[in-house]
């Protein structure tokens, strides 16, 4: 299946990407935990088919530490005993906040109460704005068939120990917060943006102007020319 589209070579889709990041940096930067926003991310990412997403959450969630017990057992939460009451009550938001349509009076009254019993109005903020921004993620993927499996011998993440010197120079990332795979392959704009910041990038900050608004990562890919997402910021 070949991509139908590319967003990443549209100046409309580029500008809405970049905002896209922004309201993702707010969600990554919320009390809500990170492990339950990989979780809820990747549940709703398989509900909805985002090969791309599943893929990408997949391996932020195991980069931040994630067993591949919790991994394999996402999708069938309710028959697992691997999960707390906390992370049950978010999957069972990311479910039926997903799938609206099945259900006529949407999220029900009894998950709603769960949500309510272990996260604060911050959290339950950001969990709310989590579904609704992997949602639109997964649908801007899906839509343009962007193709799934973030690998690439071309792209070397840099670890936060690297230097700048080592890993070549520094290409800022369009996307705060997102996959540690190749841009190459698809640009890859993190939690919230249709693609939520590996553990891999470096952030740091453009000009006073902009750092209040957002934290650009940097990555070390070598794909050169090729990597779609080193345009973006230009």
């Not at 530490?65 to 009451?85: H, I, P, Y």
Request: proline residues 6%; hydrophobic residues 40%.
């Amino acid at each position: 299946m070949d991509t139908r589209f590319n967003m990443f070579d549209n100046e409309i889709a580029v500008k809405f990407f970049k905002r896209f990041a922004n309201a993702g940096m707010v969600i990554q930067q919320s009390p809500l935990p990170k492990s339950t926003q990989e979780l809820v991310s990747l549940r709703a990412s398989q509900i909805n088919g985002c090969g791309w997403c599943i893929d990408m959450h997949t391996k932020e969630a195991a980069a931040a530490g994630e067993t591949s017990v919790r991994l394999n057992l996402v999708a069938a939460w309710r028959e697992s005993t691997v999960f707390t009451e906390a992370e049950q009550a978010a999957l069972a938001l990311a479910e039926e906040g997903t799938r609206l349509a099945d259900a006529h009076q949407g999220v029900s009254d009894e998950t709603w109460a769960q949500v309510r019993k272990h996260y604060d109005d911050d959290q339950i903020a950001a969990l709310i704005s989590l579904v609704a921004l992997i949602n639109a993620a997964n649908r801007l993927a899906v839509i343009v068939h962007q193709k799934g499996v973030l690998t690439s011998p071309a792209c070397s993440p840099r670890s936060t120990t690297d230097s700048p010197t080592e890993a070549g120079p520094a290409q800022d990332h369009p996307i705060p917060g997102r996959a540690r795979a190749c841009p190459s392959v698809g640009a890859s704009p993190r939690y919230g943006s249709p693609w939520p910041t590996p553990s891999g990038w470096r952030t740091r900050r453009r000009r006073p102007r902009s750092a209040s608004l957002v934290r650009p990562i940097s990555c070390s890919c070598r794909a050169g020319s090729d990597c779609l997402s080193r345009s973006l910021w230009t």
